[in-house]
């Protein structure tokens, strides 16, 4: 059963703390996003990655850190450095960057 | 002047209603147009995917695109309490861009039984 999975559904987070969320993806993409959604906006790119080892920061990169050393596997941290973590998060992969990105089912973040 | 924009709603209809879901976009460069379709909770699923000025239908759905006036819409027809969302266009540059989208704030639909 192909797909991208995301966990947790929901996280807390307490005040100095660095959270990981987790994005796994099957479908043997390239690519692979993450998304902030703030209610009322639309999705944000925070960072990227087209290909294993690498990955570059998108619009909104600061307090969030990323890695990718397995293809598919593309986890996010909120560092305590992101002063206003409360939100949405979305992942999205894609087979090459330049193709249809598909989402997760997203992780809510809330702090304590 | 944020480079898509998209009116938030809320837009209500009763069922079997025709739905009408704009957006604008400032940069002509942008050559690839998406609608993604959010339940509320979950994550996006895409909808429609064009590249070109004109229509693309796909069932009750259809996707159309003007290019030289840069708006770019999305017909619902019939319309059912099932497709209550969230609405969001994204669009995406050329080929020199990164594969980043562009996402319009979405559009909350409400169909009414």
């Known amino acids: 059963d192909g797909g991208i999975t995301q966990s947790p559904k929901y996280l807390f987070r307490k005040e100095g703390q660095n959270v990981t969320l987790s994005c796994e993806q099957n479908?043997?993409?390239?690519?692979m996003y993450w998304y902030r959604q703030d209610p009322g906006q639309g999705l944000r790119l925070i960072y990227y990655?087209?290909?294993?080892?690498?990955?570059q920061k998108g619009d909104i990169a600061e307090g969030y850190s990323v890695s990718r050393e397995k293809k598919e596997s593309f986890p996010l941290t909120v560092t305590s450095a992101q002063k206003n973590p409360t939100a949405f998060y979305l992942c999205?992969?894609?087979?090459?960057?330049?193709?249809?990105?598909?989402f997760g089912p997203g992780t809510r973040l809330l702090v304590l | 002047q944020k480079e898509v924009e998209q009116d938030p709603g809320p837009l209500s209809v009763p069922e079997g209603a025709i739905v009408s879901l704009n957006c604008t976009y400032s940069?002509?460069?942008?050559?690839?147009f998406m609608w993604y379709r959010q339940y509320s909770r979950k994550g996006p699923e895409l909808l429609m995917y064009?590249?070109?000025?004109g229509n693309k239908e796909d069932g009750r759905f259809t996707a159309q695109v003007d290019k030289s006036s840069k708006y770019i819409s999305l017909f619902i027809r019939d319309s059912q309490p099932s497709d209550s969302a969230t609405y969001l266009c994204?669009?995406?540059?050329?080929?020199?861009?990164?594969?980043?989208?562009?996402f319009g704030q979405g559009t909350t639909l409400q169909v009414k039984p």
């Open positions: 990655s087209q290909i294993v080892n690498d990955f």
């Open positions: 479908l043997n993409h390239d690519a």
């Open positions: 994204a669009i995406r540059g050329g080929s020199s861009n990164t594969g980043k989208l562009i």
């Open positions: 064009t590249y070109s000025s």
């Open positions: 940069n002509s460069a942008f050559q690839y």
């Open positions: 999205a992969s894609s087979p090459g960057s330049q193709e249809t990105q598909y």
